[in-house]
C-alpha cells in the first residue's frame, strides 16, 4: 500500500495559478520533488514533474496510475498545503 510518509512545501508562490512547488515522500524510500499546486477554476489541485521535450511536448516523468492514488495524493498534498497557509497565517 503506498504512504505518503512526509510532504514538504518547497516555495508557496503569489501567482495566479501556480501557488506552491512541493516534495514528498513515500513510504519513507521514494521521494518526489517539483510536484506544483495549482488554482483551477473550482478547486486546488496537483501537477507532477514533468520534462519539456524537443517537440516542446511536456512529459510527467513520474503520475499516477489510477485514480484511487492521484485522489491519495491530490488529497494528502493539498491538505498539507493548506495547513502550512494556515500555521503561517
Same mark, same amino acid.
Given at each position: 500500500?503506498?504512504? !505518503?510518509?512526509? /510532504?514538504?512545501? *518547497? *516555495? /508557496?508562490?503569489?501567482?495566479?495559478?501556480?501557488?506552491?512547488? /512541493?516534495?514528498? /515522500?513515500?513510504?519513507?524510500?521514494?521521494? =518526489? @520533488?517539483?510536484?506544483? !499546486?495549482?488554482?483551477?477554476?473550482?478547486?486546488?489541485? =496537483?501537477?507532477?514533474?514533468?520534462?519539456?521535450?524537443?517537440?516542446?511536448?511536456?512529459?510527467?516523468?513520474? @503520475?499516477?496510475?489510477?485514480?484511487?492514488? *492521484?485522489?491519495?495524493?491530490?488529497?494528502? !498534498?493539498?491538505?498539507?498545503?493548506?495547513? @502550512?497557509?494556515?500555521?503561517?497565517?
Amino acid at each position: 500500500m503506498l504512504e !505518503i510518509t512526509e /510532504v514538504k512545501i *518547497r *516555495r /508557496v508562490l503569489d501567482e495566479p495559478k501556480l501557488k506552491a512547488l /512541493v516534495s514528498i /515522500v513515500i513510504s519513507d524510500a521514494i521521494a =518526489v @520533488h517539483d510536484i506544483k !499546486i495549482i488554482q483551477g477554476t473550482d478547486r486546488l489541485f =496537483v501537477v507532477m514533474p514533468s520534462k519539456k521535450e524537443p517537440s516542446g511536448f511536456f512529459r510527467n516523468i513520474i @503520475h499516477p496510475l489510477n485514480s484511487e492514488t *492521484r485522489v491519495l495524493l491530490e488529497d494528502t !498534498i493539498v491538505s498539507a498545503y493548506l495547513s @502550512h497557509l494556515n500555521s503561517n497565517a
